[in-house]
């Protein structure tokens, strides 16, 4: 009798290279993400694949100016109206939070 056995790898977090574009929009009150299955902007927390690339056009729709950095990447300071792209690299498992500076809204991000 011959047994023929077949193993497979464990499938990768996600597939490397891949590049996500996100609009993320600050307001006075809220960091507003689009949503992961619809073009909806929602405040609701994020979730992500680790090892997943996102671009997030950053646009501030607030009243005063804000600063938005997320694991080392920062907009720098965005006058109202004013608009810039970040590149973030979710490789680690986890929960993060980050806030728009000065006292500006937060976010919420789980990686898993």
């Given at each position: 009798m011959i047994f023929a056995c077949s193993a497979s790898a464990a499938p990768a977090t996600t597939t490397p290279g891949l590049l996500y574009v996100k609009r993320l929009v600050?307001?006075?009150?809220?960091i507003l993400v689009q949503g992961h299955k619809t073009r909806a902007l929602t405040n609701?927390?994020?979730?992500?694949?680790r090892?997943?690339?996102?671009?997030?056009?950053?646009r501030n729709r607030g009243t005063r100016a804000f600063r938005l950095n997320i694991l080392g990447s920062s907009t720098?300071?965005?006058?109202r109206g004013q608009g810039?792209?970040?590149l973030v690299a979710w490789n680690r498992r986890g929960t993060y939070r980050f806030r728009a500076v000065p006292n500006g809204p937060r976010m919420r991000v789980v990686v898993y």
């Open positions: 600050i307001t006075n009150q809220k609701r927390a994020q979730h992500y694949k090892g997943v690339l996102i671009r997030y056009e950053v720098g300071t965005l006058a810039a792209p970040i």
